[in-house]
């Protein structure tokens, strides 16, 4: 069974610095990727995606993300991080069958320090 | 881009009533939509897939009898919790896989059974 995995619960950065969150994904075939950020009380709300393509992804609020199918990672980046991006993250990939449910990571907490 | 509109966003319930969520794409026709639940601090689950003209699919462990899914039109699925009891208190996200192929979450629905 396909499997996303987020190896840190808690981050803490300063702002202003450089910031990776990790996630290794367990799928047979190329897979399709996401990045999500959740605020306290909120919804999802889409970072960036992974189809196809160029393995570097630029997404929204500065994040960028980078596919590197040899370690079957997908980790988000952002070189300067702010207070506002203080949130949680979750990491999610396509599980295999025609519905294409998500597969979530367990998510890392962003914690940004003044 | 594609919206989900959630409702309601907060729902406190007196045990053994039952209580309906709504979910809404607003600008698109979402024939697939999933429900989720979240427990705090913990990542999402997903309970049901739900298929608009078809009975839902539920996941293992899930129970269809209390959790009855309704998607009755292409931009609407109804998730309701039949007698509720305190241990049903989560927070309900729901989600539509939109146009561009990924997906779109609503803002959640935080339950409390009392």
């Known amino acids: 069974a396909q499997s996303v995995t987020q190896p840190d619960i808690h981050i803490t950065v300063s702002e202003g610095a450089s910031l990776e969150l990790r996630c290794n994904y367990s799928y047979g075939a190329t897979p399709y990727l996401f990045w999500y950020v959740q605020s306290p009380g909120q919804g999802l709300q889409l970072l960036l995606k992974?189809?196809?393509?160029?393995?570097l992804v630029q997404g929204i609020k500065g994040f960028e993300a980078e596919f590197k199918r040899s370690q079957s990672s997908f980790n988000l980046r952002k070189p300067s991080v702010h207070w506002s991006d203080a949130a949680e993250y979750f990491c999610a990939s396509f599980s295999s069958g025609s519905a294409r449910q998500l597969t979530f990571g367990s998510g890392t907490q962003l914690t940004v320090l003044p | 881009g594609a919206v989900v509109s959630q409702h309601p966003s907060r729902v406190i319930c007196k045990s053994g009533t039952s209580v309906k969520i709504e979910c809404r794409s607003l600008?698109?026709?979402?024939?697939?939509m999933f429900w989720y639940r979240q427990f705090p601090k913990q990542s999402l689950m997903l309970m049901a897939t739900s298929n608009e003209g078809s009975k839902a699919t539920y996941e293992q462990g899930v129970e269809k009898d209390k959790f009855l899914i309704n998607h009755a039109s292409l931009t609407l699925s109804t998730l309701t919790v039949t007698s509720a009891h305190p241990e049903d208190s989560s927070f309900y996200i729901c989600?539509?896989?939109?146009?561009?192929?990924?997906?779109?979450f609503g803002s959640g629905t935080r339950l409390t059974v009392v």
């Open positions: 989600s539509a896989r939109d146009s561009g192929g990924g997906y779109t």
């Open positions: 600008d698109f026709q979402a024939t697939t």
């Open positions: 992974y189809f196809s393509g160029d393995t």
